[in-house]
């Protein structure tokens, strides 16, 4: 996938997912990661939040996991919500999971990230928000 994926690279990353996890996620629904996970849950998404801060507490209906190592299953994405300097580590857990998708989101751009994440197999979005290319591509519900 080149570095700045289609439309249609979009619009099928989001149509082959089903379960997203999301690192960072936050408890506080003015923060992005609180705003863009309701939003995806709501339009028929399973989230998966982790944030060690919140682990043990219930979000979206789930969970709230400490890391990555502590998923019970494989998603089909990791929606970054952590700096740009986390998103490698993020990236690379993601790859040894074996996570198809990797989405960084607004401002979070990880080039020898995104690198190491294509070469195991994922495609990757840097600096895009999942909220605002659902709503763009005006995919429906699932």
């Not at 979009?10 to 089903?18: C, G």
């Not at 969970?63 to 502590?70: A, G, K, N």
């Not at 580590?89 to 990230?113: H, S, Y």
């Not at 840097?126 to 763009?136: A, I």
């Amino acid at each position: 996938m080149p570095a700045e994926p289609s439309d249609d690279e979009i619009r099928r990353i989001l149509e082959a997912s089903q379960t997203i996890v999301v690192v960072g996620a936050s408890i506080k629904p003015a923060r992005p990661s609180h705003f863009v996970s309701r939003y995806l849950a709501d339009k028929g998404y399973r989230i998966l939040p982790v944030n060690p801060g919140y682990a043990g507490q219930r979000l979206f209906g789930e969970t709230v996991l400490p890391d990555l190592d502590s998923l019970p299953l494989v998603p089909d994405m990791v929606a970054i919500f952590r700096r740009s300097e986390h998103a490698g580590a993020v990236a690379d857990t993601a790859c040894a999971r074996g996570i198809r998708f990797v989405w960084m989101q607004v401002g979070i751009r990880d080039d020898a990230a995104a690198a190491r994440a294509r070469a195991c197999g994922a495609a990757v979005v840097m600096n895009r928000c999942l909220m605002v290319d659902h709503r763009r591509l005006a995919l429906p519900a699932r």
